[in-house]
């Protein structure tokens, strides 16, 4: 025989064996019992469940010959026909491909003949979501009224989809996000079964990886026990098959980005892309890890609230000590719109590597949060006494204090044509910038003129490295072009400590009307 999927091999042959649904299997096991059998449901819940799984259980209670506390005997022929799939009274649609009139307007006209055995036909819609609102329309009046050996179960991800005149007319079912202790434990029944070593802490990162769908955990388990076939299942294995990361990751790269160390968060970055990692999981895992993070220093129970070892909380408590909330906030929001933005991006890294940019350095946003964390920054510079404050109160005379008048830089006589075009347009330039990173870079370029070419000078190391880069001065140069219709030479520098640009450079706004966003260092 073939071998078969642990999520099939393993599906529950009765309601006693469903996990994770108690008061669903609850409320139909009593209706059976009772006889207070309903014409219509409607399962909503998102995929691995167990809608289906429980409408196949329900359809073959509802039938069988020897049913025992509202579950079905398993035994006589009625179940083995519906287990095997091969019964008449049991039928399932899949609404993803089936979702047109024609096909809903089959099941009202079969819906008029009788059952060949057992009591009711059961129609099983999945996805039913997906039919049109013909569709839709076309099964109304018999999901109304049914004749009375006819039960319909609608089974659907997206509820939100489903037409107020179809819902009014079931009852209706919400399948919860089953636990990951839940899910843990039933992998362990079935790992024992099956005769795999598996380390404890590799199950709950599997159940954790499932969020909450025992389908999938099931097949991400079948996954790691293929690729370690007779080995021990441990936790780094499960890491390694999954693609993610250990959590002892996310908290060096969470003290990297309070650090604002971007050099050492990137080079983290690439360390994770050469292991093969994959990025999408690693950026919802990063956002739940700060979200536990959060929990940690928001509630004085923590242990109760995140699921993680005792050592790692030891941890958490510590970071969270080191970063404010609203920072820890900030940081949340951007990584929670990036895991949109990556879905479907071919690049992937460089949306990655700007976040973490901009979560070290909140000058580059606007928002609330953003000139909070940019508050904190400057307050910390304070404190460490790096810039000096006098009170109006403590000024002495101004006859007796030293001052230093320095000049700023001169202004040249001329411009060459194509220089000022460029300055002229600077900001449509960078905006003009197709690649993010690049883009978000040059906006803290200030422009100006070295002898007779364009001189973007920086303050970031960062940025001016991979503005330098060649394949970056050509999309730069290409853009400039673009815009001004002609491309020119451009030199990049950094602006050496303790120097001011307009002291060391010819400002060139004073000269020429232009509009430059200048990011603050």
Same mark, same amino acid.
């Given at each position: 025989?073939?071998?078969?999927?642990?999520?099939?091999?393993?599906?529950? +042959?009765?309601?006693?064996?469903?996990?994770?649904?108690?008061?669903?299997?609850?409320?139909?096991?009593?209706?059976?019992?009772?006889?207070?059998?309903?014409? +219509?449901?409607?399962?909503?819940?998102?995929?691995?469940?167990?809608?289906?799984?429980?409408?196949?259980?329900?359809?073959?209670?509802? $039938?069988?010959?020897?049913?025992?506390?509202?579950?079905?005997?398993?035994?006589?022929?009625?179940?083995? %026909?519906?287990?095997?799939?091969? &019964?008449? %009274?049991?039928?399932?649609?899949?609404?993803?491909?089936?979702?047109?009139?024609?096909?809903?307007?089959?099941?009202?006209?079969?819906? &008029?003949? *009788?059952?060949?055995?057992?009591?009711?036909?059961?129609?099983?819609?999945?996805?039913?979501?997906?039919?049109?609102?013909?569709?839709?329309?076309?099964?109304?009046?018999?999901?109304?009224?049914?004749?009375?050996?006819?039960?319909?179960?609608?089974?659907?991800?997206?509820?939100?989809?489903?037409?107020?005149?179809?819902?009014?007319?079931?009852?209706?079912?919400?399948?919860?996000?089953?636990?990951?202790?839940?899910?843990?434990?039933?992998?362990?029944?079935?790992?024992?079964?099956?005769?795999?070593?598996?380390?404890?802490?590799?199950?709950?990162?599997?159940?954790?990886?499932?969020?909450?769908?025992?389908?999938?955990?099931?097949?991400?388990?079948?996954?790691?026990?293929?690729?370690?076939?007779?080995?021990?299942?441990?936790?780094?294995?499960?890491?390694?098959?999954?693609?993610?990361?250990?959590?002892?990751?996310?908290?060096?790269?969470?003290?990297?980005?309070?650090?604002?160390?971007?050099?050492?968060?990137?080079?983290?970055?690439?360390?994770?892309? #050469?292991?093969?990692?994959?990025?999408?999981?690693?950026? *919802?895992?990063?956002?739940?890890?700060?979200?536990?993070?959060?929990?940690?220093?928001?509630?004085?129970?923590?242990?109760?609230?995140?699921?993680?070892?005792?050592?790692?909380?030891?941890?958490?408590?510590?970071?969270?000590?080191?970063?404010?909330?609203?920072?820890?906030?900030?940081?949340?929001?951007?990584?929670?719109?990036?895991?949109?933005?990556?879905?479907?991006?071919?690049?992937?890294?460089?949306?990655?590597?700007?976040?973490?940019?901009?979560?070290?350095?909140?000058? #580059?946003?606007?928002?609330?949060?953003?000139?909070?964390?940019?508050?904190?920054?400057?307050?910390?510079?304070?404190?460490?006494?790096?810039?000096?404050?006098?009170?109006?109160?403590?000024?002495?005379?101004?006859?007796?204090?030293? #001052?230093?008048?320095?000049?700023?830089?001169?202004?040249? +006589?001329?411009?060459?044509?194509?220089?000022? $075009?460029?300055?002229? $347009?600077?900001?449509?330039?960078?905006?003009?910038?197709?690649?993010?990173?690049?883009?978000?870079?040059?906006?803290?370029?200030?422009?100006?003129? %070295?002898?007779?070419?364009?001189?973007?000078?920086?303050?970031?190391?960062?940025?001016?490295?991979?503005?330098?880069?060649?394949?970056?001065?050509?999309?730069?140069?290409?853009?400039?072009?673009?815009?001004?219709?002609?491309?020119?030479?451009?030199?990049?520098?950094?602006?050496?400590?303790?120097?001011?640009?307009?002291?060391?450079?010819?400002?060139?706004?004073?000269?020429? %009307?232009?509009?430059?966003?200048?990011?603050?260092?």
């Amino acid at each position: 025989m073939s071998y078969q999927a642990l999520y099939r091999k393993f599906r529950p +042959a009765n309601f006693d064996d469903v996990k994770g649904q108690d008061a669903i299997v609850r409320t139909l096991k009593n209706q059976i019992m009772q006889d207070r059998i309903g014409h +219509a449901y409607l399962f909503c819940g998102t995929r691995g469940t167990g809608k289906t799984t429980i409408a196949k259980l329900f359809a073959k209670t509802v $039938n069988c010959e020897h049913p025992n506390d509202g579950s079905p005997c398993g035994e006589c022929d009625t179940c083995r %026909n519906i287990a095997a799939g091969v &019964s008449m %009274n049991v039928i399932e649609i899949d609404a993803a491909s089936n979702n047109g009139v024609d096909n809903i307007r089959e099941i009202v006209d079969e819906v &008029s003949y *009788s059952p060949t055995e057992g009591r009711y036909k059961v129609y099983i819609i999945d996805e039913v979501h997906m039919l049109s609102i013909g569709a839709f329309n076309a099964l109304l009046k018999t999901l109304e009224e049914p004749p009375s050996y006819v039960i319909f179960i609608l089974a659907t991800t997206e509820v939100h989809k489903i037409p107020i005149t179809i819902l009014s007319r079931c009852q209706r079912y919400d399948f919860k996000r089953i636990t990951i202790d839940t899910i843990a434990d039933r992998m362990r029944e079935l790992t024992e079964i099956e005769g795999v070593k598996v380390e404890e802490k590799a199950l709950r990162f599997i159940a954790k990886c499932a969020d909450g769908s025992m389908r999938d955990a099931l097949s991400l388990l079948d996954q790691c026990i293929a690729f370690y076939l007779g080995q021990e299942l441990t936790y780094d294995h499960a890491l390694e098959v999954l693609g993610a990361v250990d959590t002892e990751v996310y908290s060096h790269m969470l003290r990297k980005i309070i650090a604002q160390d971007i050099i050492g968060a990137i080079h983290m970055l690439e360390e994770l892309v #050469m292991k093969g990692r994959e990025l999408s999981q690693f950026v *919802s895992d990063f956002t739940w890890y700060m979200r536990n993070l959060l929990l940690v220093k928001s509630s004085r129970h923590a242990d109760d609230i995140v699921d993680v070892s005792t050592e790692n909380l030891l941890r958490m408590k510590e970071e969270a000590k080191m970063v404010e909330t609203d920072t820890l906030m900030r940081y949340i929001r951007i990584f929670s719109e990036l895991s949109g933005q990556i879905r479907f991006s071919t690049q992937k890294r460089v949306l990655i590597e700007m976040a973490v940019i901009k979560l070290c350095r909140p000058a #580059m946003e606007s928002e609330l949060d953003a000139l909070l964390d940019r508050v904190r920054v400057l307050e910390e510079t304070l404190a460490n006494g790096n810039i000096a404050v006098i009170s109006d109160e403590k000024m002495p005379a101004a006859e007796h204090i030293p #001052m230093e008048r320095k000049e700023k830089a001169p202004l040249p +006589a001329a411009i060459p044509q194509d220089v000022e $075009n460029a300055v002229r $347009n600077w900001k449509r330039i960078v905006g003009s910038v197709e690649d993010g990173l690049l883009k978000s870079m040059l906006k803290g370029a200030r422009p100006t003129l %070295n002898a007779d070419h364009l001189l973007l000078v920086f303050t970031d190391t960062l940025a001016k490295t991979k503005i330098s880069a060649p394949e970056s001065l050509n999309i730069l140069k290409k853009t400039i072009g673009d815009v001004t219709g002609k491309e020119i030479e451009v030199e990049v520098r950094m602006l050496e400590d303790g120097k001011v640009f307009h002291e060391t450079y010819p400002d060139l706004s004073q000269l020429i %009307n232009m509009e430059i966003e200048i990011e603050e260092s």
